[in-house]
């Protein structure tokens, strides 16, 4: 199965502050990448799909890059309701793998 | 308006039987693909089981041969039957709709149902 790395595990930032997120996969994933979101108590919800294409409904201050191996999720300028576990999803080779996860706290 | 409700989880001690339900609305669940996915407390996301629409089904290593995924048409309901359930078993099932059928792109996910295995 094809590992996701993400990095870094957990971070501190402040409002309004740009953020990014790595996830780096075991093997080529071409464009087959998706991140998600999950705050506390709740289901994960979709934010980005085929590396950089924003879902419906989420703010423009979210973007992905990245094919291949590596990829990055940066948000551009924190808000509150951001501070959140994030997690990548490899979708090109069954079976689906997800990161680890990357938590982040209001510093 | 898509909705995912699950239910059947609570606490069961090893080797136990347990089925999870997932009831929908807003979509039928024949003409995509669902799949469940669990989470261990405190843990990442880890892909269980998938149903096709055209019915087949398959399985992560770590529950093949225990775990059945199945669905009941005229009820709208997807269903997992969890057998000789192991302590690592532990988690918060969700039941998830692909965003477009076999993308395995998750855009719909219930609110979860725990299971507790306790030897």
């Known amino acids: 199965a094809i590992q996701l790395t993400q990095s870094p595990s957990s971070l501190s930032a402040s409002v309004g502050d740009r953020v990014t997120i790595t996830c780096r996969a075991s093997?080529?994933?071409?464009?087959?990448l998706a991140w998600y979101h999950q705050k506390p108590g709740k289901p994960p919800s979709l934010l980005i799909y085929?590396?950089?294409t924003l879902e419906s409904g989420v703010p423009s201050r979210f973007s992905g890059s990245g094919s291949g191996t590596d990829f990055t999720l940066t948000i551009s300028s924190l808000q509150p309701e951001d501070f959140a576990t994030f997690y990548c999803?490899?979708?090109?080779?069954?079976?689906?793998?997800f990161g680890q996860g990357t938590r982040l706290e209001i510093k | 308006e898509v909705q995912l409700v699950e239910s059947g989880g609570g606490l069961i001690q090893s080797g136990g039987s347990l089925r999870l339900s997932c009831a929908a609305s807003?979509?039928?669940?024949?003409?995509?693909?669902m799949s469940w996915v669990r989470q261990a407390p405190g843990k990442g996301l880890e892909w269980v089981s998938v149903?096709?629409?055209?019915?087949?089904?398959y399985y992560a290593d770590s529950v093949r041969g225990r775990f059945t995924i199945s669905r009941d048409n005229s009820k709208n309901t997807l269903f997992l039957q969890m057998n000789s359930l192991r302590d690592d078993d532990t988690a918060v099932y969700y039941c998830?709709?692909?965003?477009?059928?076999?993308?395995?792109?998750?855009?719909?996910w219930g609110q979860g149902s725990l299971v507790t295995v306790s030897s």
């Open positions: 085929s590396a950089s």
């Open positions: 998830v709709r692909d965003k477009t059928t076999g993308s395995y792109l998750f855009d719909s």
């Open positions: 093997q080529d994933i071409s464009s087959g």
């Open positions: 807003g979509f039928t669940v024949s003409s995509t693909y």
């Open positions: 149903i096709y629409s055209g019915g087949s089904t």
């Open positions: 999803q490899q979708f090109n080779t069954y079976p689906i793998t």
